[in-house]
């Protein structure tokens, strides 16, 4: 690494003019990519700064939205600052314009004075048609409910346009590009093709329990006895991961992450051998602490998995570091979902609410949401797109909000 000043940043050509981003001065300050970079992106900026220590690129980093000498920067910018949206979208379409409307969208869910658009895709009904799981995929939103043999799937406007008859009740669904789907018995996975046929096909895996399932990109990851089960989502061909009975949340091309009540596993993609086994007993100091493993979600760029614990609790385990924080309280009843929606962390609970977290200032010094919004019911499900933020209750409710005026992909 060669040794400079920070003062070297004043030779980088600019990208952005502040003043033509419609964002206050308060929020452009308080980005500092820093906290997002994962050890090769750091590598890979070290190419474009003379930096002498690490606390001097820090200080760099509070203007890396402002630097980049050309729009092919822009994707490693976007994807480190906006992991969740970038997933979202093709590597072409993340331009410069991308960039500035994502900044200045942030700023909404910070603008008190901002209120979301609703749009009720389902209004009250009664208890034994709640909400148990929605999952979103290419404009379409898909809901399950507690007591009935059917997944919907609605249209961006609130409209419902097909509704599919299942075996079972749907404890869990989820979507790729081409299909949805759902379960039957315990170890048998049903496929859903969107289309005027509704062709739908089922096969059973044994020892697998998809009422635990997660699907990413083409691929349907499910807990299984024997570890982690991975099943292609064209062909019905299936990979074992083999280890302790763990649900997996997250997948790239090098690892599969899989969390139980004793630890957080990661196995190699191609060996199918485990890489590491986390311990979460032993970084717990409270004896009592249970968690709670149908929610949570996995912050990639920062390396932490959120879980809910002992009801109204969350905590959070940092991979890199194999630490764990301590249980704090969020809400007032046990927490239902968590998930990430433009970088935020959401949970939803029991007590009737919804809250939106600043994922950068989440600590036991600063427990106070960016927005808590409060329902008739309990809020049992969380989902996302792009831009929007779905929600299902207890007594049947499905509502979008929109904190954006402006669909991402129809800037210009």
Same mark, same amino acid.
């Given at each position: 690494?060669?040794?400079?000043?920070?003062?070297d940043?004043?030779?980088?050509?600019?990208?952005?003019?502040?003043?033509?981003i419609?964002?206050?001065?308060?929020?452009i300050?308080?980005?500092?990519?820093?906290?997002?970079?994962p050890?090769?992106?750091?590598?890979?900026?070290?190419?474009?700064?003379?930096?002498?220590?690490?606390?001097?690129f820090?200080?760099?980093?509070?203007?890396?939205?402002?630097?980049?000498?050309?729009?092919?920067? @822009?994707?490693?910018?976007?994807?480190?600052?906006?992991?969740?949206?970038?997933?979202?979208l093709?590597?072409?379409?993340?331009?410069?314009?991308?960039?500035?409307?994502?900044?200045?969208?942030?700023?909404?869910?910070?603008?008190?004075?901002?209120?979301?658009?609703?749009?009720f895709?389902?209004?009250?009904?009664?208890?034994?048609?709640?909400?148990?799981a929605?999952?979103?995929k290419?404009?379409?939103v898909?809901?399950?409910?507690?007591?009935?043999?059917?997944?919907?799937?609605?249209?961006?406007?609130?409209?419902?346009? $097909?509704?599919?008859?299942c075996?079972?009740?749907?404890?869990c669904?989820?979507a790729?590009?081409?299909?949805?789907?759902?379960?039957g018995?315990?170890?048998?996975?049903?496929?859903?093709?969107l289309?005027?046929?509704?062709?739908?096909?089922?096969?059973?895996?044994?020892?697998?329990?998809f009422?635990?399932?997660?699907? @990413?990109?083409?691929t349907?990851?499910?807990?299984?006895e024997?570890?982690? @089960?991975?099943?292609?989502?064209?062909?019905?061909?299936?990979?074992?991961?083999?280890?302790?009975?763990?649900?997996?949340?997250?997948?790239?091309?090098? $690892?599969?992450?899989?969390?139980?009540?004793?630890?957080?596993?990661?196995?190699?993609?191609?060996?199918?051998?485990?890489?590491?086994?986390?311990?979460?007993?032993?970084?717990s100091?409270?004896?009592?602490l249970?968690?709670?493993?149908?929610?949570?979600?996995?912050?990639s760029?920062?390396?932490? @998995?959120?879980?809910?614990?002992?009801?109204?609790?969350?905590?959070?385990y940092?991979?890199?570091?194999?630490?764990?924080?301590?249980?704090?309280?969020?809400?007032?009843s046990?927490?239902?979902?968590?998930?990430?929606?433009?970088?935020?962390?959401?949970?939803?609970?029991?007590?009737?609410?919804?809250?939106?977290?600043?994922?950068r200032?989440f600590?036991?010094?600063?427990?106070?949401?960016?927005?808590?919004?409060e329902h008739?019911?309990?809020?049992?499900?969380?989902?996302?797109?792009?831009?929007?933020?779905f929600?299902g209750?207890?007594?049947?409710?499905?509502?979008?909000y929109?904190?954006?005026?402006?669909?991402?992909?129809?800037?210009?």
């Open positions: 690494m060669q040794i400079g000043s920070i003062h940043i004043k030779s980088c050509p600019q990208k952005y003019d502040e003043s033509k419609n964002v206050s001065k308060e929020a300050k308080g980005i500092n990519f820093f906290d997002y970079l050890e090769e992106l750091l590598l890979y900026f070290t190419n474009y700064f003379k930096v002498k220590e690490l606390g001097l820090k200080a760099i980093c509070k203007r890396f939205h402002q630097i980049a000498s050309d729009a092919s920067h @822009i994707p490693v910018l976007f994807k480190t600052r906006f992991p969740v949206l970038a997933s979202f093709k590597k072409q379409e993340i331009t410069d314009r991308f960039y500035e409307k994502a900044i200045f969208n942030q700023s909404r869910m910070f603008d008190k004075a901002f209120s979301p658009k609703e749009t895709f389902r209004m009250k009904s009664n208890y034994q048609e709640g909400v148990q929605l999952a979103y290419e404009d379409v898909y809901s399950s409910f507690f007591s009935k043999k059917i997944v919907t799937a609605w249209d961006q406007k609130g409209e419902m346009f $097909q509704h599919f008859e075996s079972e009740i749907p404890h669904i989820d790729s590009k081409d299909y949805f789907f759902c379960h018995d315990i170890d048998e996975l049903i496929r859903h093709k289309s005027t046929d509704k062709k739908t096909t089922s096969r059973r895996y044994s020892k697998a329990n009422w635990y399932f997660k699907v @990413i990109d083409e349907i990851y499910a807990r299984a024997y570890g982690v @089960i991975a099943v292609n989502s064209k062909t019905g061909k299936h990979k074992k991961y083999r280890g302790e009975s763990s649900i997996p949340f997250y997948a790239d091309e090098n $690892q599969i992450l899989g969390v139980n009540y004793q630890s957080v596993v990661a196995w190699d993609r191609e060996t199918k051998k485990i890489r590491s086994e986390l311990s979460l007993i032993s970084q100091k409270d004896p009592s249970k968690l709670f493993l149908q929610a949570k979600a996995y912050f760029e920062g390396n932490r @998995i959120f879980l809910a614990a002992n009801n109204a609790c969350l905590v959070s940092d991979l890199r570091e194999g630490k764990m924080s301590p249980p704090l309280k969020i809400h007032q046990l927490i239902y979902g968590i998930i990430f929606y433009n970088n935020e962390l959401v949970t939803s609970s029991a007590d009737n609410t919804f809250k939106i977290w600043d994922i200032n600590n036991y010094s600063n427990t106070t949401p960016i927005r808590s919004i008739d019911s309990f809020v049992t499900s969380l989902c996302c797109s792009q831009d929007s933020l929600i209750t207890r007594i049947g409710e499905i509502v979008k929109d904190f954006f005026e402006t669909d991402l992909r129809g800037v210009s």
